[in-house]
């Protein structure tokens, strides 16, 4: 069954809707499908703008498979990865800060670690204020963070706000993460879907051309380095490698991570009593 499910409301505007599992995990194959996503946005002359959302109202992406085989996960490789010379992780989300489409993240409910990293390669977020939760948890699972958010986050909301969301390892509902600026703008849940959309049928409405070489001089002042991007994740196979990261982790699973409940609901909260305890 496929994970993302793609909707063309349009020739210049589509959707994208994640859609793996009771709680939304991002997996080796959620990564292959969004690389052929990508390719289709990358070559595709009409397309404009993609929302990127979910099927599921408690879980945008919860996070990586923390399951997922280790063996597997490195060896993984897509032809663009390939050619590039760095994993297919990295290889898909700088790919998509880069792409000629504006990408609109809309954000309902949980969006940690992997999910987190996806939504900031977007080019805009906008995330429900009731039932958006963000974070970034590897720091309490004992792990660095593997997917950029140490290059995003002090460009989007200074040094001290980015080390306080990665080293405090908590969650953001949507209120505070607008106020940080981890999200463009947080909206009451039932006006969410109305605002997206409307927001995305007027970029759909403008040249393509424009759109384009904005984005692109924008890209050319704020977009991370490849560099950032690849040291981030060999930092976090460094990591997780480690015995005292797998022993948090299958602690987390015994409070029920990767399952809907209370552990995946509160991991914030989670990985701070683990710490204390």
């Given at each position: 069954?496929?994970?993302i499910?793609?909707?063309?409301?349009s020739?210049?505007?589509?959707?994208?809707?994640?859609?793996?599992?009771p709680?939304?995990?991002?997996?080796?194959?959620?990564?292959?499908?969004?690389?052929?996503?990508?390719?289709?946005?990358e070559?595709?002359?009409d397309?404009?703008?993609?929302?990127?959302?979910?099927?599921?109202?408690?879980?945008?992406?919860?996070?990586?498979?923390?399951a997922?085989d280790p063996?597997?996960?490195?060896?993984?490789?897509t032809?663009?990865s390939?050619?590039?010379g760095v994993?297919?992780?990295?290889?898909?989300?700088t790919?998509i800060?880069?792409?000629?489409?504006?990408?609109?993240a809309?954000v309902?409910?949980?969006?940690?670690?992997?999910?987190?990293?996806?939504?900031l390669a977007?080019?805009?977020?906008?995330?429900?204020?009731e039932r958006?939760?963000l974070?970034?948890?590897?720091?309490?699972?004992?792990?660095?963070?593997?997917?950029g958010?140490?290059?995003w986050?002090?460009?989007?909301?200074?040094?001290?706000?980015a080390?306080?969301?990665?080293?405090?390892?908590?969650?953001?509902?949507?209120?505070?993460?607008?106020?940080y600026?981890y999200v463009?703008?947080?909206l009451?849940?039932?006006?969410?879907?109305d605002?997206?959309?409307?927001?995305a049928r007027?970029?759909a409405g403008?040249?393509?051309?424009a759109?384009v070489?904005?984005k692109?001089?924008?890209?050319r002042?704020d977009?991370?380095?490849?560099?950032?991007?690849v040291?981030?994740?060999?930092?976090?196979?460094e990591?997780?490698?480690?015995?005292?990261?797998?022993a948090r982790?299958?602690?987390?699973?015994a409070?029920?991570?990767?399952r809907?409940g209370?552990g995946?609901l509160w991991?914030?909260?989670?990985?701070?009593?683990y710490?204390?305890s």
């Amino acid at each position: 069954m496929p994970q993302i499910h793609v909707r063309e409301h349009s020739l210049a505007y589509w959707r994208a809707t994640f859609d793996n599992g009771p709680v939304n995990l991002m997996d080796p194959e959620t990564i292959y499908e969004l690389d052929a996503l990508v390719t289709r946005l990358e070559t595709d002359p009409d397309v404009k703008v993609v929302v990127f959302d979910s099927a599921n109202p408690d879980y945008f992406i919860a996070h990586w498979d923390l399951a997922a085989d280790p063996a597997t996960v490195a060896g993984m490789a897509t032809e663009s990865s390939t050619r590039r010379g760095v994993h297919p992780y990295t290889d898909v989300f700088t790919r998509i800060s880069r792409l000629p489409v504006v990408t609109v993240a809309s954000v309902r409910g949980r969006v940690r670690g992997a999910g987190s990293e996806f939504i900031l390669a977007c080019d805009i977020r906008f995330a429900s204020r009731e039932r958006a939760v963000l974070g970034q948890f590897e720091v309490g699972l004992g792990a660095v963070p593997g997917g950029g958010t140490t290059a995003w986050l002090p460009r989007l909301m200074g040094r001290g706000r980015a080390l306080e969301v990665l080293l405090g390892a908590d969650d953001f509902p949507g209120d505070l993460a607008e106020r940080y600026g981890y999200v463009n703008r947080a909206l009451p849940d039932a006006e969410l879907n109305d605002f997206v959309d409307r927001f995305a049928r007027r970029i759909a409405g403008f040249e393509k051309e424009a759109i384009v070489g904005t984005k692109n001089l924008v890209n050319r002042v704020d977009l991370p380095s490849d560099d950032e991007f690849v040291a981030a994740l060999n930092g976090f196979f460094e990591s997780v490698a480690r015995p005292s990261v797998q022993a948090r982790a299958a602690a987390l699973f015994a409070l029920g991570l990767q399952r809907p409940g209370d552990g995946e609901l509160w991991l914030g909260d989670h990985v701070a009593a683990y710490s204390e305890s």
